[in-house]
């Protein structure tokens, strides 16, 4: 298994979830690599615009593409999951396109709610998968980030949370499933979902 590196930080606490549940993965940064890997988890944190060039200069955005097109089981998280949509209001930057839709920043009309949207927060699956089916009525898991996925199919949906409105917090189609949270940083209840995620075959 490879967890994809370009240049977006977050890949030790990645590896070292993984190591818990027993799987030796690979932090890569090699075309070839990610292009040949069974499985793959593509993190990040940080700002779309530098992720993309780094993808784009690399080759590892069109790999990433390429084993999505092969069929090979990938997780996207945080900003892996912002940057496989079609574009980002972030750096007005085109993006992967492994999902269609976009990414737009919060606008909060409550004074009291801050972004970043920062901490635990609950996820309701809506749409049955099986990466995702271990979430329990109560789960919470860790968010940081400013911007938020807009799918544009609703069955493209898999999971919401709440920020003073609805958001998309998990998003699948084919082999292809991200969360918008940190399930590496979210104590029991995300390795669980790492777990399932390492047992999946990629169909939904």
């Not at 988890?41 to 940080?46: A, E």
């Not at 991200?178 to 979210?186: D, G, N, Y």
Request: hydrophobic letters at 45%; aromatic letters at 8%; proline letters at 4%.
């Amino acid at each position: 298994m490879v967890v994809v590196d370009y240049d977006a930080g977050n890949l030790m606490s990645v590896q070292r979830a993984c190591r818990e549940l027993g799987v030796d993965a690979e932090i890569s940064n090699d075309p070839a690599h990610i292009r040949a890997a069974e499985r793959i988890i593509f993190p990040g944190v940080g700002a779309a615009g530098s992720a993309m060039r780094s993808l784009r200069t690399t080759g590892v955005g069109a790999a990433l593409v390429d084993a999505f097109h092969a069929g090979a089981p990938i997780l996207g998280i945080c900003l892996g999951m912002q940057i496989s949509l079609d574009h980002s209001e972030e750096n007005d930057t085109r993006t992967l396109g492994i999902v269609a839709g976009e990414v737009r920043r919060f606008r909060l009309d409550d004074p009291a709610l801050k972004v970043p949207h920062m901490g635990w927060n609950a996820v309701r699956v809506v749409r049955s998968h099986p990466v995702l089916d271990g979430i329990a009525q109560g789960d919470e898991f860790y968010f940081v980030h400013a911007y938020r996925p807009l799918p544009a199919r609703r069955e493209h949906v898999l999971a919401e949370s709440v920020y003073e409105g609805a958001f998309c917090s998990a998003l699948g189609t084919g082999n292809y499933v991200a969360t918008q949270f940190h399930p590496e940083k979210s104590g029991r209840a995300g390795l669980r979902l790492l777990e399932r995620f390492l047992a999946w075959d990629g169909r939904a």
